[in-house]
């Protein structure tokens, strides 16, 4: 680290190893020795100009001019400010390229950016994406045999299958598991669920469990809760559906 | 008359006009959709507490409401944030900017069809989305748009460096449909319902991680570095934060189910791999810190970038109470329960919420000519996000564990002997806090309606302002470099 660099650091209030490396980017850019760079910067000096052509354009990015004081919105007397437009002394800018990278304050751009591979980067998060949803996803979910699970391939009748579709489109499971666990808070609730498939889980259970809940109760008591019974909502459904609903 | 003579004076230098309105297109419909969002979810909340008196379930309205704010808000919000810096970063023209806007009309149109499929009662209930399958298909193509057009933007850069934005951008558009993909194909009809469950919760989790914290953090990168012209601290840090949120993944959704009927090694892989959530979260947030240090007095003008703090830090808070519930020993209290609600809801209304206004903020006056209509709406939008959002997840976090530790002791101890008892119990307990959720979910309404004013005031309202000069055109071969365009309000 250079008194040099130190000045700079100091002048422009950033550390001083991204001012030795902006200095550096500048330089090459340039053409300019670091030093020259970092006297300009520590000094307030002139920077020297960038290349335009030879510049990599957008390095950071394209800066901003100072805003110029808006007109005031009341203000019908004395016309807007006519639109200007400052040329910076500059060679010909072809298509595609971006404005010039110095700023107006001699400052090093501050979107300093590194020469590494988009496209490795895509690759990567790619096969990230794919080892996690094959561990966390794929891995699991993949059918098990347990000795003595518990499956329900249950016989649904017609009318219990249209039911299972109502029981989906109403969003029951959004409130409802169909899911005991081998834990201390689904005590009693019945066989605990080991593997299963033609079930709807669910993952929340901010209403009871439904498991096996048609050898817990009656038909009409679900028919009743379902159609607004205690703090259930209460469902619009045609008594053909209820009946489904019931029979699932 | 300033928003034409902005735009063809932009048109006239060449500057990427375009661009730009697709740009500001996206975040003025994301302003709306969050508005919208934010009433659903209000109602969510409330059936949630007050069933009874809810007329549509809060399975459907929490559907509704996830549809709106995942889809509509921060997909929406966050490409157009993606559009903004793509051409800013890499020095060329958004690659086909109508095809840009086509993925705008066709994401916002299929969101609105999707309401009404769920109002409609064709969904099949899956969370978090409960869309039909069919639907599914034109979702999925309208989010390859955004990978499409960055990495064909990205393809034809001038720019050979990149700036930490960029990784976190290509993650992001890569990462969204795949993770669409895997939750389509829950759908399959030879999946197994536990395969349905893993998906949903694959993708639920995956979106929050993976795409909310990662584009969301990334694109505050940008915000940081660009309004406070001051350097990032740490380059390798933000390397951190990417791939460790890359590698955390979905597992804290996975971990939801525990103790189901999935394979017990599930758990802790889960449990262990989670970590990387919290050490992305803090990698980002810890960086933006450093970067600000000695700054910290300029932010009182800046209120994109205080969103973005806030958010970062909330986000830390998140991931954390994500991890934590992620071992089974906090999970035989906290799973399924309101626990998890909080969880996601603090991930989407909250950091999502903050870190898309840090790059709204920033992004509205330069993409459509006009100040922020006013620096108060901003600054409410914060404190009300912040009360509002953090209140609901403390809320939800506070009933999800007394439910939990009710069920658990309540069982445990042989109180509960029937079955049913113990839920009832111990949902019981949590009834008052579920009310204390709703009013702060007042509270974060009231500071979306916020973010939404802000954004829509600012191209109707705004002052007109500075333009930069991004790309010139092959109209713009004089070697014009930089532009100054004053010109005063239309009113």
Same mark, same amino acid.
């Given at each position: 680290m250079s008194e040099l660099s130190a000045a700079a650091a100091e002048a422009l209030g950033i550390p001083e190893a991204l001012v030795q490396r902006s200095a550096a980017a500048r330089a090459a850019e340039t053409g300019a020795s670091v030093d020259e760079v970092l006297a300009a910067w520590a000094g307030g000096g002139d920077v020297p100009a960038a290349k335009a052509v030879e510049a990599p354009p957008g390095t950071e990015v394209a800066e901003e001019t100072a805003p110029a004081p808006p007109a005031p919105a009341d203000d019908v007397v004395a016309p807007p400010p006519p639109p200007q437009v400052t040329a910076s002394p500059a060679e010909p800018v072809g298509a595609g390229q971006v404005a010039a990278l110095t700023t107006a304050s001699g400052k090093p751009p501050v979107l300093v950016g590194e020469g590494d591979n988009p496209i490795g980067v895509l690759v990567g998060a790619v096969a990230l994406f794919l080892a996690i949803f094959l561990v966390g996803l794929v891995g699991p979910a993949l059918p098990a045999a347990i000795a003595g699970a518990r499956s329900s391939d249950l016989p649904f009748s017609e009318a219990a299958l249209r039911g299972q579709d109502i029981y989906r489109s109403v969003g029951c499971a959004s409130c409802h598991t169909q899911m005991v666990r081998p834990v201390v808070a689904d005590v009693d609730l019945g066989a605990v669920t080991l593997s299963d498939s033609n079930q709807v889980l669910g993952t929340r259970r901010f209403g009871p469990d439904l498991s096996n809940v048609g050898a817990r109760t009656t038909a009409s008591q679900i028919g009743a809760v379902v159609t607004g019974l205690g703090d259930h909502p209460s469902l619009a459904l045609a008594a053909e559906d209820l009946e489904d609903l019931v029979a699932y | 008359m300033a928003a034409t003579q902005t735009a063809d004076i932009k048109a006239l230098l060449g500057a990427d006009a375009d661009g730009d309105r697709v740009v500001s297109a996206h975040f003025l419909v994301g302003a709306v959709f969050l508005a919208l969002a934010g009433a659903l979810e209000l109602m969510a909340l409330f059936s949630l507490r007050f069933g009874g008196l809810s007329p549509v379930g809060y399975g459907r309205m929490e559907s509704m409401a996830n549809i709106t704010i995942m889809l509509g808000f921060l997909v929406v919000s966050l490409t157009g944030g993606i559009y903004y810096v793509l051409p800013r970063l890499t020095g060329t023209r958004l690659w086909r900017r109508e095809l840009a806007l086509t993925g705008l009309v066709v994401t916002s149109g299929l969101v609105l069809i999707d309401l009404l499929a769920v109002v409609l009662g064709l969904g099949d209930?899956?969370?978090?989305?409960?869309?039909?399958?069919?639907?599914?298909?034109?979702?999925?193509?309208?989010? =390859?748009?955004?990978?499409?057009?960055?990495?064909?933007?990205?393809?034809?850069?001038?720019?050979?460096?990149?700036?930490?934005?960029?990784?976190?951008?290509?993650?992001?558009?890569?990462?969204?449909?795949?993770?669409?993909?895997?939750?389509?194909?829950?759908?399959?009809?030879?999946?197994?319902?536990?395969?349905?469950?893993?998906?949903?919760?694959?993708?639920?989790?995956?979106?929050?991680?993976?795409?909310?914290?990662?584009?969301?953090?990334?694109?505050?990168?940008?915000?940081?570095?660009?309004?406070?012209?001051?350097?990032?601290?740490?380059?390798?840090?933000?390397?951190?934060?990417?791939?460790?949120?890359?590698?955390?993944?979905?597992?804290?959704? =996975?971990?939801?189910?525990?103790?189901?009927?999935?394979?017990?090694?599930?758990?802790?892989?889960?449990?262990?791999?989670?970590?990387?959530?919290?050490?992305?979260?803090?990698?980002?947030?810890?960086?933006?810190?450093?970067?600000?240090?000695?700054?910290?007095?300029?932010?009182?003008?800046?209120?994109?970038?205080?969103?973005?703090?806030?958010?970062?830090?909330?986000?830390?808070?998140?991931?954390?109470?994500?991890?934590?519930?992620?071992?089974?020993?906090?999970?035989?209290?906290?799973?399924?329960?309101?626990?998890?609600?909080?969880?996601?809801?603090?991930?989407?209304?909250?950091?999502?919420?903050?870190?898309?206004?840090?790059? =709204?903020?920033?992004?509205?006056?330069?993409?459509?000519?006009?100040?922020?209509?006013?620096?108060?709406?901003?600054?409410?939008?914060?404190?009300?996000t912040i009360i509002g959002a953090g209140g609901v997840m403390l809320s939800l976090v506070a009933a999800g564990l007394v439910s939990g530790f009710s069920w658990v002791a309540g069982s445990n101890s042989a109180a509960y002997v029937d079955a049913g008892e113990g839920w009832a119990a111990g949902a019981g307990a949590s009834d008052v806090l579920l009310l204390v959720a709703v009013g702060f979910g007042v509270v974060a309404f009231l500071g979306q309606l916020a973010y939404a004013a802000t954004v829509i005031g600012t191209v109707t309202a705004g002052r007109a302002v500075t333009q930069e000069i991004l790309v010139y055109g092959s109209d713009d071969r004089q070697g014009t470099r930089e532009a100054t365009v004053a010109e005063g309000d239309d009113e």
């Open positions: - | 209930g899956r969370q978090p989305l409960g869309l039909p399958w069919w639907l599914h298909i034109p979702m999925l193509g309208a989010l =390859t748009i955004p990978f499409a057009v960055t990495m064909m933007t990205i393809r034809s850069r001038e720019e050979t460096r990149s700036f930490v934005t960029l990784w976190f951008v290509i993650g992001g558009v890569a990462w969204l449909p795949l993770l669409y993909l895997a939750y389509f194909a829950g759908d399959l009809p030879f999946i197994s319902s536990l395969g349905e469950a893993y998906s949903d919760l694959f993708f639920s989790a995956g979106f929050v991680t993976l795409w909310v914290f990662v584009v969301g953090g990334g694109l505050f990168y940008y915000t940081v570095v660009k309004e406070l012209d001051i350097p990032l601290a740490s380059r390798q840090l933000a390397a951190v934060g990417f791939w460790s949120l890359g590698f955390a993944g979905a597992w804290w959704g =996975t971990a939801q189910l525990m103790f189901g009927p999935g394979p017990g090694w599930i758990s802790g892989v889960s449990a262990a791999l989670g970590l990387a959530f919290p050490i992305g979260a803090l990698a980002n947030a810890s960086n933006v810190s450093l970067t600000l240090q000695g700054h910290w007095e300029r932010l009182s003008d800046k209120p994109g970038v205080v969103s973005g703090v806030i958010g970062l830090y909330l986000g830390v808070a998140v991931a954390i109470l994500a991890s934590f519930a992620s071992f089974p020993s906090i999970g035989s209290v906290t799973a399924l329960t309101a626990y998890w609600e909080a969880i996601e809801y603090g991930a989407l209304f909250g950091v999502g919420v903050l870190l898309v206004a840090g790059i =709204t903020f920033e992004a509205m006056p330069r993409v459509s000519g006009r100040d922020l209509s006013s620096l108060d709406r901003p600054r409410s939008f914060n404190r009300w």
